[in-house]
């Protein structure tokens, strides 16, 4: 019986997969180096956020129930921002918070191809 309940875990299991990890490795096989990002809790109300830093900047990704609960966040990811440079970005059930406090990015050029390939990850 354990056997034939392996394959069934296996199965669910890469089913699970969050949208931020697809957010994640699109980001890498757009050539972007996303760092280790880790367990945000809700860094959005009513999200499940991972965050880190992708090719210097500090990003966080969040994953809500629906889209309309993610459109809700969008305010508070604008808050998290703050007085930097950066983008908030609903698409779907998920919320793309970028900012720039250190200005590695002058030209914003970074934080569009961040946000193009997130968009297009998340249609």
């Known amino acids: 019986m354990r056997r034939a309940a392996f394959p069934l875990m296996a199965l669910l299991v890469a089913g ?3 949208g931020a990890d697809d957010v994640i490795d699109a980001w890498k096989a757009a050539g972007e ?3 280790a990002f880790t367990d945000a809790g809700e860094k959005l109300p009513g999200g499940k956020c991972q965050a880190g830093k992708v090719s210097g900047l500090d990003t ?3 994953v809500f129930d ?3 609960k993610a459109k809700q966040a969008e ?3 604008w808050t998290l921002v703050g007085n930097t440079v950066g983008s ?3 698409s779907g059930k998920l919320v793309l918070v970028i900012a720039d406090p250190r200005k590695e990015d002058p ?3 970074r934080i569009n191809a961040l946000v193009k ?3 297009q990850e998340t249609r």
Request: proline residues 4%; negative net charge.
């Open 16 to 18: 699970c997969s969050s």
């Open 33 to 35: 180096s996303p760092s």
């Open 60 to 62: 966080t990704v969040c």
């Open 66 to 68: 629906n889209a309309e």
């Open 75 to 77: 305010e508070a990811g």
């Open 88 to 90: 908030t970005v609903v």
């Open 107 to 109: 030209t914003g050029r």
């Open 117 to 119: 390939t997130f968009q």
